[in-house]
């Protein structure tokens, strides 16, 4: 399988084939479906987070949603096919970080870190919720104890602070928005916010009973200080400073709680995962292609981004990722009668050319889906006729015939013999053990 790969400091992050992993006792194996990029990777590459890995080399991602394909010895929390994300429980717990992570076609997980994800919540939308989403809800709920009798300063309105303050807004409290891009209050306002400022100096009228920095600098923290209320709290969640450098008498004169807050509780992405459900969260979410993902790192490190990005480590280009050319021969080879059905003469056209492709590792090959498009009546005859017409056009297949004429087979049939094609399409795929490996496949009901 395909898997970005980092060793140490300044070792980048590479690209590199491995082996799909196996699940032990109490674990699962999931493939990958989306996982969402963060600037702790960041971090990581760069050197100042390493002392959160807990193995090199290691598979980088740690926002990881996805599809349970195997179980290992033990396990029934789970089934085969449930859709599920991965609780990011700190470093010491967190994937992507004390084992092999989501930047992958595959990862295996203990089974305690799996969360169902709701079925009106797609994956990308989970994979943001392991961390952005859920450490924003730990630091302003579980650690900072934000509620509605709360005002609270928000401290940085990316993707971290804008999630916390929308979080904040949730749970009634009065919420202050501060950022030194103004273009970002518009949206704080609509989120619940009830002023912006570009610093804390700039609301002395106010005083906090909760501060949320999701900066993370000496500036921020020192203001944060000044404009808490006496033993008032301060929640650190911002790594942008290695260290801080804090006026020691205002900590100690007014009693000031300060906390660290990384990550978040099962319980934590069990709640957002019902708040994104419920429509009350809606993350801002961009897509970066898998063969993409050092790119989107480095926008995230020059301060790029809008919202948070997310990958889908299982679709590959097939044109840019293959490195074989399989004849249609082959198919004659497997089976006539599918060599026949797709005009596979041996002088025609290689089968990336009018084969519709999704790749995993090893080349995932599907037949023109005309079973999966849209299943109605249609006969042997038209499908067998229209092996080389791309299968976006199969309703104009049945058009083109007008009525009349032809048998058609009904809607059962037509299940019943697409059926019949993916166990063919597997058997197919299944010989070529020299250029088709790790396959998945699936039966797509449109």
């Known amino acids: 399988m395909k898997a970005y790969r980092w060793t140490g400091p300044n070792s980048g992050l590479h690209l590199e084939d491995i082996a799909v992993p196996e699940p032990s006792t109490a674990e699962v194996l999931i493939q990958v479906e989306t996982c969402g990029l963060c600037h702790s990777d960041c971090h990581i590459i760069s050197g100042t987070g390493g002392e959160w890995i807990q193995q090199r080399p290691i598979t980088l991602g740690h926002e990881v949603a996805g599809k349970v394909i195997a179980l290992g010895e033990g396990v029934s929390e789970v089934n085969i096919g449930d859709r599920v994300a991965v609780a990011l429980i700190g470093p010491a717990g967190g994937i992507g970080l004390n084992y092999d992570g989501g930047y992958a076609e595959y990862a295996v997980v203990p089974v305690k870190y799996l969360e169902p994800i709701p079925d009106n919540v797609s994956f990308e939308q989970a994979s943001v919720a392991t961390d952005a989403v859920a450490t924003s809800y730990h630091a302003v709920v579980t650690t900072g104890g934000v509620t509605a009798s709360t005002t609270v300063a928000i401290v940085g309105l990316g993707g971290l602070g804008s999630i916390g303050l929308r979080i904040a807004s949730l749970q ?18 609509r989120d619940g916010a009830k002023a912006c400022f570009s610093s804390l100096e700039d609301a002395k009228d106010v005083t906090f009973d909760v501060v949320v920095d999701f900066v993370g600098i ?28 804090l006026p020691t008498f205002s900590i100690v004169h007014k009693s000031v709680e300060i906390r660290g807050s990384l990550g978040g509780t099962k319980e934590d992405l069990r709640t957002v995962l019902a708040l994104i459900s419920e429509g009350k969260i809606t993350p801002d979410l961009e ?7 050092n790119e989107g790192l480095l926008r995230l490190e020059a301060g790029q981004t809008k919202g948070r990005l997310f990958t889908r480590p299982t679709r590959l280009s097939f044109r840019q990722e293959s490195d074989y ?9 497997i089976d006539p ?29 599907t037949f ?45 049939e037509a299940k019943r ?8 399409r597997k058997v197919f795929v299944g010989h070529q053990d020299v250029a088709f490996r790790s396959l998945r496949f699936n039966l797509c009901e449109h």
């Open 325 to 333: 050319d399989v004849p249609h021969y082959v198919l004659n080879q």
């Open 368 to 412: 023109p889906n005309v079973f999966q498009h849209r299943v109605q009546s249609f006969s042997a005859k038209i499908f067998e006729s229209t092996g080389n017409v791309p299968p976006q056009r199969a309703d104009q297949w049945l058009r083109d015939q007008g009525e009349g004429g032809e048998s058609l087979m009904g809607m059962v």
């Open 337 to 365: 009668w599918i060599g026949a059905m797709y005009g596979c003469e041996n002088n025609g056209p290689r089968v990336q050319e009018i084969i519709d492709v999704e790749c995993r590792q090893g080349r995932l090959l």
């Open 417 to 424: 013999l697409r059926v019949e094609l993916m166990e063919k």
């Open 218 to 245: 000496t500036s921020t923290m020192t203001a944060a200080l000044d404009a808490v209320k006496p033993s008032g709290r301060i929640i650190l969640t911002g790594l942008g400073d290695e260290k801080l450098a």
């Open 287 to 293: 897509e970066i292609p898998f063969s993409k993902v």
């Open 172 to 189: 009634g409290a009065i919420v202050y928005g501060f950022d030194i891009d103004s273009s970002k209050f518009e949206a704080a306002k």
